[in-house]
């Protein structure tokens, strides 16, 4: 009868998370960080629409909207 395997001592978060981003880079996948606005800051929210306003006023904002009706498949959100 074989042996049962010794079963391994527990890794730390850190280890496990130091193996798993071993992996992702021999797959060749490096780490990246992306910055967003936080939208549950009043301020930013109040930016974004006034920024958003300005947009939607400006005069080529129709001729905008008529090219992206016109080159957008709607069918594929069907």
Same mark, same amino acid.
């Given at each position: 009868m074989a042996p049962t395997p010794r079963k391994s001592?527990?890794?730390?978060?850190?280890?496990?998370?130091?193996?798993?981003?071993?992996?992702?880079?021999? !797959?060749?996948?490096?780490?990246? !960080?992306?910055w967003v606005p936080d939208l549950r800051n009043p301020k930013v929210l109040a930016q974004i629409r006034r920024e958003a306003k300005m947009i939607a006023q400006?005069?080529?904002n129709d001729a905008i909207d008529d090219w992206i009706e016109s080159v957008y498949d709607w069918e594929s959100w069907k």
């Open positions: 001592k527990p890794r730390t978060p850190r280890e496990r998370m130091a193996a798993r981003r071993g992996r992702l880079r021999a !797959q060749g996948l490096r780490p990246v !960080q992306h400006g005069p080529e």
